[in-house]
T-cell receptor, first 109, second 115 residues
Framework: GQNIDQPTEMTATEGAIVQINCTYQ??????LFWYQQHAGEAPTFLSY??LDGLEEKGRSSSFLSRSKGYSYLLLQELQMKDSASYLC??????????WGAGTKLIIKP | EAEVAQSPRYKITEKSQAVAFWCDPI?????LYWYRQILGQGPELLVQ????????DSQLPKDRFSAERLKGVDSTLKIQPAELGDSAMYLC?????????????FGPGTRLLVL
């Protein structure tokens, strides 16, 4: 079967750095997406990785290792507004998007 | 900035009633998706359209759910009759294509509560 694993919940302190991991097992690979979802709202696109390595965008970075079936999202200089769920999703060989259950990130002052 | 529009934002209905949700994708986006998301879980694809054609409806409970995109632009998702277990967020997303780099952009969602 196809599977995306992420931690259910993480806690971090305002101003700190947090790394949210995602491991995947899918039928083929055509890219990995990270989305942010605030409670009661729709997911919003954060990042896309298709080649191994690090993609940096402002306070966030996303890393991919295709050989390990692994990605992480790194959030720096955390702000209270970063409290949200972070969803990892992988496009398989049929271009279907397989979603993880999301990681709820709690930011404490 | 172009956005995906959905209505209504909230819907409360009684079981066995019919409900319908509407979605207008970003202008020019050929691919439209309907997802269902239960609290604490990731989105679950119900149906995917490419223009007016259904590409994937393998997870759509066809005994009670139907979806259409008659002119290849906006779309309607219907549930008849609604059941208690249908309470969830219904999300519509669109993308310009189906390729590997095509990002899906989501509307605000419709939160359904079935009593």
């Amino acid at each position: 079967g196809q599977n995306i694993d992420q931690p259910t919940e993480m806690t971090a302190t305002e101003g700190a750095i947090v790394q949210i991991n995602c491991t995947y097992q899918t039928s083929g690979f055509n890219g990995l997406f990270w989305y942010q979802q605030h409670a009661g709202e729709a997911p919003t696109f954060l990042s896309y990785n298709v080649l191994d390595g690090l993609e940096e965008k402002g306070r966030s970075s996303s890393f991919l290792s295709r050989s390990k079936g692994y990605s992480y999202l790194l959030l720096q200089e955390l702000q209270m507004k970063d409290s949200a769920s972070y969803l990892c999703a992988v496009k398989n060989s049929n271009y279907q998007l397989i979603w993880g259950a999301g990681t709820k990130l709690i930011i404490k002052p | 900035e172009a956005e995906v529009a959905q209505s209504p934002r909230y819907k409360i209905t009684e079981k066995s009633q019919a409900v319908a949700f509407w979605c207008d994708p970003i202008s020019g986006h050929a691919t439209l998706y309907w997802y269902r998301q239960i609290l604490g879980q990731g989105p679950e694809l119900l149906v995917q359209f490419q223009d007016e054609s259904v590409v994937d409806d393998s997870q759509l409970p066809k005994d009670r759910f139907s979806a259409e995109r008659l002119k290849g632009v906006d779309s309607t998702l219907k549930i008849q009759p609604a059941e208690l277990g249908d309470s969830a967020m219904y999300l519509c997303a669109s993308s310009s294509g189906q390729g590997d780099q095509e990002t899906q952009y989501f509307g605000p969602g419709t939160r359904l509560l079935v009593l």
